[in-house]
């Protein structure tokens, strides 16, 4: 996004759920959102509530989709809540006794998008649930990054871009449309909605001309987003002359990172890593893990959260912010669906900083000596998962 956008960051789930909250007690027209999990607890019940209340007493037109996988145990309940209320539910590669038959059931909707009214827009790594909120868990409460940004005269075509690739992907998922392919996209019937032509020439338009991504909002619905997703992100890396401060909660650089990451720090920039100690995923840190000894040899500093579970994805690249669903691994680079939006707001960027800040005081910094010292099924478990770091 360009400076001028007003850009708004949370790093505390209490704050985004009352902000959030808030926008759609606002909303005239529609809300268009997708989460990777969406619990049936406190949080996921309020917000159900808040969608029901706009679709049956405002005439909102509330459209939620969920994967199949990450919002797999809550997804019977959300459909008994959600019956009669005319909110749309898709679920995104629903799992089923055949599914494991199925070709690409690996590859997963990660994505976390609100739009609301296509003029108010959160993005970001938060997903709905109570581990999120400081007043249901206390300081056990997960560590995580969500952004608001807000439509003006400067970024209508972010806002444009977004729904139609939101709606579209909807209404891929609602009528069964697989694989995600643009063709097979645009073949999606929506009778409902009038627009739907001008939608698919302009995507058309935005695929041919940038494959689907716009300057400053990567999307990955499709394997050549994937692609123009890692050159752009790349591109970035090797622009980075002062820092790059990195944080990811599955932190699983494949060889072309690190070495890029090893040859810009002997360069001079300062590059750090932030990523989860404390993790709900014990395989992906362990794999990670395994990249450690060459990162720090070549003056990578290399940081782990512990005591909560760390789960922001955000990048600051000299004076450039990344945020989104993305992690630095296998799985949001080639396999994912995933949302990404670099701003040069420099605002932005001072607010990257005092929380990384922040963040640091809650981690343990890892030093060459004391890591060469780890325990050998460390070291084993460590190469056993990286083997799997495809699919982690």
Known sequence: MRPETPVQLFFEGDHFCDALIDDLRRAERSVLMEFYIFNYDHSGTHLLSVLKDLSVNHDVHVRLMLDGIGSRSALPAIYAFLAGTGVELAVYKPVSLFSIFRSGMHRRNHRKIVLIDRRICYVGGMNIKDENSHRLSGPSRWR???????????????????????????????????????????????????????????????????????????????????????RNYFRLLRSAKKRMFLSSPYFVANHRLTRLLRMKARSGVDVRILTAGTTDVWSARQAGRATYDALLRSGVRVFEMEGRVFHAKQSLIDDVSVIGSGNLDYRSFLHNQEVMVQCTDPDLAKSLILQWGIDINEAREIHLSEWRRRSLWQKVSEKLCYGFRYYL
Do not use: C
Not at 181 to 187: A, K, V, W, Y
Not at 192 to 207: E, P, T
């Open 144 to 230: 995580d990054t969500m952004m608001r940004i807000e439509k003006n005269d400067r970024n209508r075509s972010f806002f444009r871009f977004l729904f139609a690739g939101m709606f579209l992907l909807f209404q891929s998922v609602r009528y069964g449309v697989y694989p995600l392919s643009l063709s097979n996209m645009l073949r999606v019937r929506a009778k409902s909605i009038r627009s739907i032509a001008a939608l698919r020439v302009r995507l058309k338009q935005w695929h041919r001309r940038s494959i689907l991504t716009e300057p400053n909002l990567y999307t990955t619905l499709f394997r050549r987003d994937r692609a123009s997703y890692r």
